[in-house]
């Protein structure tokens, strides 16, 4: 029986040498069969103001505890790393990427709840955490699955994160059936992880608010010269503008 595996992280920063001080995780083995954890470790560089900014992580919270290859849960992460369990985050990229700064080799299937929430929830202006867990009213329920499994709530904090992420993992299971009934639910989510989305509203810049289509109808040019000189676009919009530009009219 495959088992689900929600983690999030926290870091020293988001830049290409920062590295883990914090994970969250749950490993659901079913309904009434949940591991809990929640574990800091220490990291070998320190950890930026900008990021104690956000999660209230400070230096002394690390002092003597063991580095993140030590921890619990990166112990069951290589025990269940094979394609039969899944990896599930939100934004996925960012903390397998910090996973692999540790060594970890990844085997897992994997779903990005936010990947999948912008092909599931399309009507939504803005697909982060924190965003859904109002827009769908998750905080409703949140302090009672909280208690069940004894969490305490805290902004910005890897193990909240990941009951919000759960919460929505339920939601996206339920929307997922109905928009493709004929097709297993998680291999679904799956296959949605690895497919790019069509952005159909320019989110920031010159065009901001304006559709994708008639701002590639009207200039091209201003999409052709985004696509060629924007290296920081995300998988999604350099899609969405390969796929504008392909067919302008």
């Not at 920062?18 to 591991?35: P, V």
């Not at 220490?42 to 400070?58: F, Q, W, Y």
């Not at 921890?71 to 692999?100: C, R, V, W």
């Not at 827009?135 to 009672?144: D, N, S, W």
Request: hydrophobic share 40%; aromatic share 10%.
């Amino acid at each position: 029986m495959s088992k689900y595996i929600l983690f999030d992280t926290e870091t020293t920063g988001a830049a290409v040498e920062d590295r883990i001080i914090q994970i969250g995780g749950m490993i659901i083995n079913s309904k009434t069969d949940i591991e809990v954890h929640d574990e800091l470790c220490s990291a070998p560089l320190e950890i930026k103001i900008e990021a104690m900014e956000v999660h209230n992580i400070t230096p002394d919270l690390l002092v003597g505890k063991p580095p993140f290859i030590q921890t619990t849960f990166y112990g069951k992460l290589q025990e269940l790393n094979n394609p039969s369990n899944y990896l599930i985050a939100h934004n996925i990229n960012f903390d397998l990427d910090m996973l692999k700064k540790e060594g970890f080799i990844n085997q897992f299937t994997l779903i990005d709840t936010l990947r999948c929430a912008k092909h599931l929830y399309p009507e939504l202006p803005y697909h982060r955490l924190q965003y859904i867990r109002y827009a769908l009213e998750l905080y409703k329920t949140e302090q009672k699955e909280a208690d069940d499994l004894n969490i305490v709530i805290k902004a910005h904090d890897a193990i909240g994160d990941v009951l919000v992420m759960k919460l929505f993992l339920r939601q996206l299971v339920v929307r997922c059936n109905e928009i493709y009934p004929d097709f297993n639910t998680m291999e679904k989510l799956a296959e949605l992880t690895t497919t790019p989305v069509f952005i159909k509203t320019f989110r920031f810049g010159k065009y901001k608010g304006q559709d994708v289509l008639d701002v590639a109808r009207s200039d091209i040019g201003y999409l052709q010269w985004m696509r060629s000189n924007m290296t920081d676009l995300d998988e999604d919009m350099r899609y969405t503008l390969d796929k504008a530009i392909g067919q302008p009219n």
